[in-house]
């Protein structure tokens, strides 16, 4: 009788967890969403795991909570887009535009997000852990508090990004552009900024992490935008 009353409760746990929680399926056109204009549709919540993709539109989309676990967004426009809290782990975003779109707390581990444009995305407590970010444009996007540990951000552009309280442990930063980037409270414990393009200030920030940087008034450094 103990049994089947603790069989019975779990049973009405499940329900309950059902019925307020339902999982929700993805969209009609899944597992291949390739080259569609779902530009802003509703899709929080929704499993895209293993979906294609590429070149669709979803501009303004709301993608809360999401999952896009392992899926291929290579060119995918997720412009001004809602992705707070989405699960990108592993998943192709390679030459994506994400342009002020907002990654609050999102996850991208090991996500390949190589000449991605994040241009004034926010990701405030994102997990970037392992992701690709080489050559990425991540000109006036917030990091603060995100995770980038061993993140390649080779050649990317961090001009203006804001780093406060991100940790860049063991992270590629070689060659990258951060003039006038904000670092206060960064970890940058083992992070490669060899060639790097930086100011003072930041240079004084990073303390004595070992670094070879270049001063952003080098004469080989890009133009300032």
């Known amino acids: 009788m103990k049994r089947i009353g603790i069989g019975a409760l779990l049973c009405l746990v499940v329900a309950f967890v059902w019925f307020q ?8 056109c899944m597992p291949n969403c390739e080259g569609l204009d779902m530009s802003g549709q509703n899709l929080a ?13 979803l501009q303004g989309a709301n993608l809360e909570a999401v999952s896009f676990f392992l899926g291929q967004l290579t ?12 699960d990108l782990t592993a998943a192709i975003l390679a030459e994506a535009d994400l342009r ?19 241009r004034d995305a ?7 852990r392992g992701a690709n970010l ?4 991540l000109m006036r996007a917030d990091f603060s508090a995100a995770v980038l540990t061993e993140a390649n951000l080779n050649e990317a552009n961090l001009r203006r990004a804001n780093l406060t309280g ?8 070689r060659n990258s552009d951060l003039r006038r980037a904000v670092l206060d409270n960064a970890d940058v414990t083992g992070a490669d900024f060899n060639g790097a393009f930086v100011d003072p200030p930041v240079i004084m920030t990073l ?8 001063l952003g008034s080098a004469p080989s450094a890009p133009p300032l935008d």
């Open 45 to 57: 919540g929704m499993s895209m795991r293993n979906g294609y993709f590429t070149q669709t539109n």
């Open 166 to 173: 991100a940790s860049l442990r063991r992270a590629d930063l």
């Open 207 to 214: 303390g004595s992490a070992p670094a070879a940087v270049s």
């Open 122 to 128: 926010i990701l405030i407590e994102a997990d970037l």
């Open 100 to 118: 002020g779109a907002d990654l609050t707390g999102a996850v991208l581990r090991g996500a390949d997000l190589r000449d991605a444009d994040l």
């Open 134 to 137: 080489h050559e990425a444009n």
């Open 75 to 86: 060119r995918v426009n997720l412009r001004d887009a809602n992705l707070r809290n989405a």
């Open 21 to 28: 929680y339902p999982v929700k399926s993805g969209p009609a």
